[in-house]
């Protein structure tokens, strides 16, 4: 999670003014309860960063405690990890557990192109 400070951290009601004002975002969802039973948590909160850094000048990139953002149940996110593409609003992929870099790469090219 230490890499993650360097992003913002998603808070209650703001995935929905996000959605609502029909942005363009990725977001993280991860889970702090979980962290030392679900190994790939750690793997994605090393990866993630990562993207930032490389296409976060496109679009925000954020990151969330899966317990901490109600609304994800109405997108049907209900364990984690999990890396969610939003276009103008709308889910348009989600990559889950850990995945390979050319994965995400092609996922955010689809996004941002």
């Not at 999670?1 to 959605?19: A, F, S």
């Not at 999990?82 to 990559?95: C, D, I, M, Q």
């Amino acid at each position: 999670m230490e890499r993650l400070k360097e992003l913002e951290r998603l808070r209650q009601g703001r995935l929905r003014e996000l959605i609502e004002g029909k942005e363009t975002f990725v977001l993280y969802v991860r889970s702090e309860k979980d962290f030392s039973k679900v190994r790939e948590i750690f793997d994605v909160d090393v990866v993630f960063p990562e993207l930032a850094k490389t296409f976060g000048k496109k679009a925000p990139f954020l990151w969330c405690d899966i317990d901490e953002v109600k609304e994800l149940s109405e997108l049907k996110v209900y364990f984690a990890p999990v890396v969610l593409f939003f276009k103008e609003g709308k889910l348009v992929n989600r990559l889950e557990g850990i995945r390979s870099w050319a994965e995400y790469n092609r996922a955010l090219e689809e996004l941002l192109c």
